[in-house]
T-cell receptor
């Protein structure tokens, strides 16, 4: 069965520090891969996505993610965190096929940012 | 509309009552999804609608849960005889061609069963 693992439930970083949020997936083939962010009281916003091509994907708000097939990972990174990045981050996968497929989400990583 | 709209934003109900949650997707989006987010949990898939096809109901946790989508647009998620474990944020999302495009989520309905 498809699954997504986000090993870190909570992460705290200082403002200006670099950030890496881990995501591993279990699936028979390379799926579509996504990162979403959820600010308190808000819905989920798409940060970036990968489905083919360059394994380093750029997203909004200065985030990037790297797909590593050998490790079944799709880790999210940001070189310098801002206080406004405090939120919950979700990794998600969907099988590659035509049309519509439900996303399978990880349990999320809650990011706190110290001033 | 410009985004996915959900109503109400908050709902407090007594155990045993029925509730209806509404989702108004982005105009023209043919796929609509409902997810549930319990406190401290990830997102749990509930149901999805794809155009005029039969919905995928595989994620509905019990027969107390049902959903419909009228005219290929607005969707209503109904929970009958609510239980305290139904307390969660119910999120709706739509997308308009392929999952590869990514979903657009609404802000959710926070349901509290007391």
């Amino acid at each position: 069965a498809q699954s997504v693992t986000q090993p870190d439930i909570h992460i705290t970083v200082s403002e200006g520090a670099s950030l890496e949020l881990r995501c591993n997936y279990s699936y028979g083939a390379t799926p579509y891969l996504f990162w979403y962010v959820q600010s308190p009281g808000q819905g989920l916003q798409l940060l970036l996505k990968y489905f083919s091509g360059d394994t380093l994907v750029q997203g909004i708000k200065g985030f990037e993610a790297e797909f590593k097939r050998s490790q079944s990972s799709f880790n999210l990174r940001k070189p310098s965190v801002h206080w406004s990045d405090a939120a919950e981050y979700f990794c998600a996968v969907a099988p590659i096929s035509g049309g519509y497929n439900k996303l399978i989400f990880g349990a999320g990583t809650r990011l706190a940012v110290h001033p | 509309g410009a985004g996915v709209s959900q109503s109400p934003s908050n709902k407090v109900t007594e155990k045993g009552k029925d509730v209806e949650l509404r989702c108004d997707p982005i105009s023209g989006h043919t796929a609509l999804y409902w997810y549930r987010q319990s406190l401290g949990q990830g997102l749990e898939f509930l149901i999805y609608f794809q155009g005029n096809s039969a919905p995928d109901k595989s994620g509905l946790p019990s027969d107390r849960f049902s959903a419909e989508r009228t005219g290929g647009s607005v969707s209503t998620l109904t929970i009958q005889r609510t239980q305290q474990e139904d307390s969660a944020v119910y999120l709706c999302a739509s997308e308009g061609g392929s999952t590869a495009l990514g979903y657009t989520f609404g802000s959710g309905t926070r349901l509290t069963v007391v």
